[in-house]
């Protein structure tokens, strides 16, 4: 059973940074790709950004130049570094994983960030 645990979530004021985690467990091979998306109230789920195994990475327009995704691919780990964040950024923010050998994707269970303006 594959498992995606996210961590670092909180409340933080405008301008401030957050860093996320996101472990896979289980039977597994090496990620293909790990990402976050964001949902919040009301709105649909949206990309926020992407790594691959060979350290490509993709990013919302909207985050460009305050998030970094960073991951460490023999802990089957990827990290969401958040800097100068904005209320605009409050939502749930959810670790998405395809790994080598198959094409499901898999998804954790989801950690809040709220930003007070």
């Known amino acids: 059973q594959v498992q995606l645990v996210e961590s670092g979530g909180g409340l933080v004021q405008a301008g401030g940074s957050l860093r996320l985690s996101c472990a896979a467990s289980?039977?597994?091979?090496?990620?293909?790709?790990m990402g976050w998306y964001r949902q919040a109230p009301g709105k649909q789920r949206e990309l926020v950004t992407t790594?691959?195994?060979?350290?490509?990475?993709t990013y919302a327009d909207s985050v460009k130049g305050r998030f970094t995704i960073s991951g460490d691919n023999a802990k089957n780990t990827v990290y969401l570094q958040m800097n100068s964040l904005k209320p605009e950024d409050t939502a749930a923010y959810y670790c998405?994983?395809?790994?080598?050998?198959?094409?499901?994707?898999?998804w954790g269970q989801g950690t809040q960030v709220t930003v007070s303006s």
């Open positions: 998405n994983a395809v790994f080598f050998g198959s094409s499901y994707e898999y």
């Open positions: 289980g039977n597994i091979f090496s990620f293909h790709r």
């Open positions: 790594i691959t195994n060979g350290g490509s990475t």
